[in-house]
């Protein structure tokens, strides 16, 4: 008997010796006049045991019973159920097994079997939330999150999240690289889905922000004295599409796309490999199939406003044209454009006025094609075949000519015996000859 039945007991103690009226031992225990009544007639009868509840002590009837706790425990045991929560493990138990059981009953089993331990909570410090956005549509957070997603059963995967501030909505798709062209094929397929939102919110990586090149003995300018850099691809795609973006100065700071993170990396993890997802192919489906959908009917939340504030594509919105990468050439007197180290041919019926030495967009887009753009006006590009330079003629071989010896001509010959026709000094008297005063021609 707790101590609250005890005081019980002796409010209508004092009603059954009539020390105080029905009426005021109901309003005293909290509780209608007739069940004093009924109370007083179960004193006279059992004695104090009538203040006790008539289950307490004996066995619910609801209880799992062993053999089905045992199975549960097997079931939970097995590798790839290893480090689910018992939120989730009551989940797939009702989902793959056909067994419902309460999260709370099945934590304390869990935790009686060691499957599970409960975590202190951490103290954390305390702020002020930022309030979500009353309108669907009207920011949506976009960040890509690197993760062991596939436990090292396949390649290493990327997943990129959009989710809406308003409402929680969760688009989502795994790639092989954090690039610009991944990022704006997810970008395109929500565009196609929802239309185009009031603005996304991203963090500072190089994909949405042109990073100053600053040598290493310089310091970096403050942020208000640069000069303005040029958009990057995405940031170009989204002026061209009438989207504001607007940059995160910390992680904290999109907190909403960052807890996400932390849910996929958590459940998503889990339920691929309950799946057994080994390729990018077999993640995605599931990712389409199974997490997205129970996301957006479990998470997403309802808005302020029910008011939809995203913006249908018109006809001047050329995903093709915007979503690709861009870069400008000048045309040559010829009508060619350098591209790739190789010349592109430009053709049109019939040739735009002032084509020539003017700067045409050149857009590399997603599926692998390429488009030029003069102006208003897309013309016909090819590359020009590479001209195949000419062998050389060989040159004839010269006939071998005998080797001779030299021999001076006749001339020459008479003219070299004559020096020594005539006889020279004697050595000793050419000894003393002074030099000095004689001319340089001996007689």
Known sequence: MTQRDRDRLVVLKKALKKLIRQNQAAKELGISAR?????????????????????????????????????????LSQEIYRDFAPTLASEYLAEKHGIRIGRETLRKLMMEAGLWRARRQKVVAVHQWRPRRSCRGELVQW???EHDWLEGRGEKLYLIHMIDDATSELTARFVRHDSTEENMRVLWTYLEKHGRPVAFYTDKASVFVTTPKVPRDEKQLPRDTRE????????????????TWIAAHSPQAKGRVERSFGTAQDR???????????TLEDANRYLEQHFLPWWNQHLAVLPASAVDAHRPLGPEH??????????????????????????????????PAGLRGATVRIERRLDGSLAVRFRDRYLNVEECAVAVKSAPLPTPAKPPQSRRSWSPPPASRAAIDKLFDRAGPPLWKAARIDRTRTPDRLD
Do not use: F, W
């Open 35 to 75: 069940q004093v009544k009924r109370l007083l007639r179960g004193l006279r009868e059992k004695g104090d045991k009538a203040v006790l509840h008539g289950l307490r002590g004996l066995e619910s009837k609801r209880k799992t019973p062993p053999a089905t706790r045992e199975k549960i425990v097997g079931i």
């Open 143 to 145: 960040d890509t999150s």
């Open 228 to 243: 303005p850099l040029p958009p990057t691809q995405i940031g170009r795609a989204l002026r061209e599409l009438g989207i």
């Open 268 to 278: 998503l993890v889990k339920g691929l490999r309950v799946a057994g997802a080994c």
């Open 318 to 351: 050329q995903l093709a044209a915007s979503l690709s990468r861009v870069e400008t050439r000048q045309v040559g007197n010829d009508y060619t454009v350098p591209l790739d180290g190789r010349k592109h041919r430009l053709s049109s019926a019939p040739m």
